[in-house]
């Protein structure tokens, strides 16, 4: 028995009496504001949000960001899972759809499928992994938004001609102009240009850019088909569909320098040497999958 209940007796105080009914009714209101409280704080939230989109995940926010700064020209921002462009056009983002077949992430995936698989820009690492591919998982509608539909002859007029390595004589190209891909192939040019002699057989002739196509054995768009991808010289190429080996095990093969593909991703552009579907001769404009800032 407790000191105060000692005292109280002592002093012939009786213990007070309880009002059990007045009780219960006192905790019932009491109740009743803090649930009351509480549905007040979700409705103004509520009401907060009502004219908002989301916000989007953190992770998606990181990425949506990436993307944005890697297309200025053609990007205004983000909002919820929303891409807006300059002229106030929104595309989806995510699907959220995840695990993908590796499949399905080529023929049905969503912008945010793009990042799902990191390109490390430097020298190659090993051999890629099974179906490590980053950057071959393309959003159709967005590259053909920012590029043109080649079929409805969209491309063609955004194309501008450059010399690809003047001082060897390497002839003339077509690319894009959107994104200011022309000036950065052009600028690669005298980079590559200024390379030993000994290179220039990897880079001329080159396999050439603008190709309105599918890629092969699909009915995806290749990169091609927007002036945004050139392929170098063939004769020192290797392609993952040329292999002999058993499909889904293909030997990897690799002869061109990294010196070269050095170059062309410090202005944006990944390398398919680097896909474990490789494709050596291929280098494409990125910048959002080569992004410096890549976690």
């Known amino acids: 028995m407790g000191t105060s209940v000692l005292l109280r007796l002592s002093h012939g105080a009786a213990p007070p009496k309880i009002d059990k009914p007045k009780l219960k009714r006192r905790f019932s209101m009491d109740l009743y504001w803090v649930l009351m409280s509480f549905c007040l704080v979700l409705t103004q939230e509520s009401l907060v949000y009502a004219d908002q989109a989301p916000p989007p995940s953190t992770d998606n926010r990181t990425l949506m960001e990436r993307l944005v700064r890697a297309y200025p020209d053609q990007l205004q921002g983000y909002e919820g899972n929303d891409i807006v462009w300059k002229d106030g056009t929104r595309m989806a983002f995510d699907d959220d759809i995840r695990d993908k077949p590796f499949e399905t992430l080529l023929n049905a995936p969503s912008l945010r499928d793009e990042f799902s698989m990191k390109y490390s820009p430097g020298q190659p690492q090993g051999i890629p992994m099974e179906n490590f591919d980053p950057g071959r998982i393309r959003f159709e509608p967005f590259f053909e938004r920012m590029y043109g539909n080649c079929d409805k002859n969209e491309v063609v007029p955004k194309l501008s001609t450059i010399a690809w ?131």
């Open 165 to 295: 390595l003047p001082k060897h004589n390497g002839g003339n190209l077509k690319v894009t102009a959107v994104n200011g891909v022309d000036h950065k192939l052009a600028a690669i040019s005298k980079e590559l240009d200024e390379l030993p002699d000994s290179y220039t057989k990897y880079l001329i002739p080159s396999a050439g850019i603008y190709n309105c196509r599918a890629i092969a054995g699909t009915s995806r768009r290749s990169m091609h088909a927007y002036g945004a991808a050139i392929d170098i010289n063939v004769k020192y190429s290797h392609y993952w569909q040329w292999s002999t080996e058993q499909k889904g095990n293909y030997k990897y093969q690799n002869a061109i320098p990294y010196e070269i593909a050095a170059i062309f991703e410090k202005y944006g552009f990944i390398w398919g040497a680097k896909w474990y579907h490789f494709d050596t001769m291929h280098f494409e404009y990125r910048p959002e999958i080569l992004s410096p800032s890549s976690e």
